[in-house]
């Protein structure tokens, strides 16, 4: 099978490229900056094409002749206010890549959103809802199957969850938390993988599909799960929403925006599933605390002695 997926340079693309040409496909990543690419240039049968995504008329041309198309592209933020970013990202790109693919003769998109789509207040989360509209409304007249999914949290060794705060945390004495109480079901990268292996071996195509893993964090709970993984001495601490409103106001300013107030208003919502499409999927999930100390390991004190003790177990058995 080809696929071409437009977002193929950043995280979740990254495992999604090197599992699609490890099962045989031929992939193209789509990237506005090829040298961002780099980590992807060895693996076998993957095309690094750079252009602006955009460009309907070079997209249309690049999608001839793939079987899917998948669309990664995303942002948490915006450099402005107000949802224009957003919308372009989550909206406008959609537009152009469904009409590309009608052009292109491309019968098949997978199109990653994210939970609570289209609910809620946050630019972010009213975009995401927009796009899934357009992609449905495509899947209505007949002549795309669009497969949506919703994930939660996506964790992983290279992700920018656990690493943001992994950072934060050596940063700083005291890490405040807004909507510290804040639910995630955080959903392993390699299981949101086999989940687009499967669809596009056309199991489950054109449904919505939420993806969470096998446990549920307070964000809270997580953060300092994570201080203790890394042996850090810490205060992590919750934030009435006065406060945590406040953050967000205040690094709307912060050059790169490592938190916003439409970050604090997605944060309303609880990133949990309402229904989980990995069972109907037949993928059994993995839960952050079974898979993430595997790479935590060695990034702090406890962990190596937890790791250490373990190894005497397995020696002395
Ligand atoms: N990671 C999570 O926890 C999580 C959770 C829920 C949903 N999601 C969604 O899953 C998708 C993949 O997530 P990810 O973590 O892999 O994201 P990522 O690492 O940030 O990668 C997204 C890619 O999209 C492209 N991109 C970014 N902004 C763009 C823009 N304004 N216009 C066009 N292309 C743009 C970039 O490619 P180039 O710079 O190479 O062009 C980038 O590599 C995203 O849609 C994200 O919102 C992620």
Redesign the pocket.
């Known amino acids: 099978m080809k696929v071409l997926i437009?977002?193929?340079?950043?995280?979740?693309?990254?495992h999604l490229t090197r599992r699609l040409s490890r099962d045989g496909h031929a992939v193209t990543?789509?990237?506005?900056?090829a040298p961002?690419?780099k980590h992807l240039s060895v693996v076998p049968q993957t095309t690094i094409r750079q252009f602006d995504?955009?460009d309907e008329g070079r997209l249309a041309k690049e999608l001839a002749g793939h079987d899917a198309a998948v669309?990664?592209?995303?942002?948490?933020n915006e450099r402005g206010f107000g949802g224009k970013?957003f919308e372009?990202?989550?909206v406008t790109?959609i537009d152009c890549l469904l009409r590309a693919c009608r052009e292109a003769g491309v019968e098949r998109l997978v199109q990653?959103?994210?939970?609570n789509a289209g609910r809620g207040e946050s630019h972010y989360l009213r975009t995401?809802g927009e796009g899934e509209a357009r992609v449905r409304a495509a899947a209505k007249e007949g002549w795309i199957t669009g497969t949506i999914?919703?994930?939660?949290?996506?964790?992983g060794p290279d992700?920018?969850?656990l690493n943001r705060f992994a950072t934060l945390l050596k940063l700083s004495p005291v890490l405040p938390l807004a909507r510290p109480q804040a639910k995630f079901a955080?959903?392993y990268?390699d299981d949101v993988v086999e989940a687009f292996a499967r669809v596009l071996e056309g199991r489950h195509a054109g449904k919505t599909l939420e993806l969470c893993g096998s446990e549920t964090w307070a964000l809270v709970d997580l953060v300092r799960w994570l201080r203790d993984q890394l042996s850090l001495r810490r205060a992590v601490i919750g934030l009435p929403d006065i406060l945590g409103r406040a953050q967000g106001l205040a690094f709307d300013f912060v050059p790169g925006k490592p938190f916003s107030s439409d970050n604090f208003r997605s944060l309303k919502l609880d990133?949990v599933c309402s229904s989980n499409g990995f069972s109907a999927l037949g993928i059994e999930p993995w839960g952050l605390s079974e898979r993430a100390p595997s790479w935590l390991e060695g990034r702090g004190k406890q962990a190596r002695y937890q790791h250490y003790r373990r190894q005497a177990r397995r020696e002395r058995s």
Do not use: K
């Open positions: 437009l977002g193929g340079s950043g995280f979740v693309g990254s990543v789509v990237t506005r900056y961002g690419c995504p955009y669309n990664l592209v995303g942002i948490l970013g372009r990202a989550h790109l990653m959103s994210s939970l995401r999914f919703r994930p939660s949290t996506i964790f992700d920018s969850f955080p959903v990268v990133s």
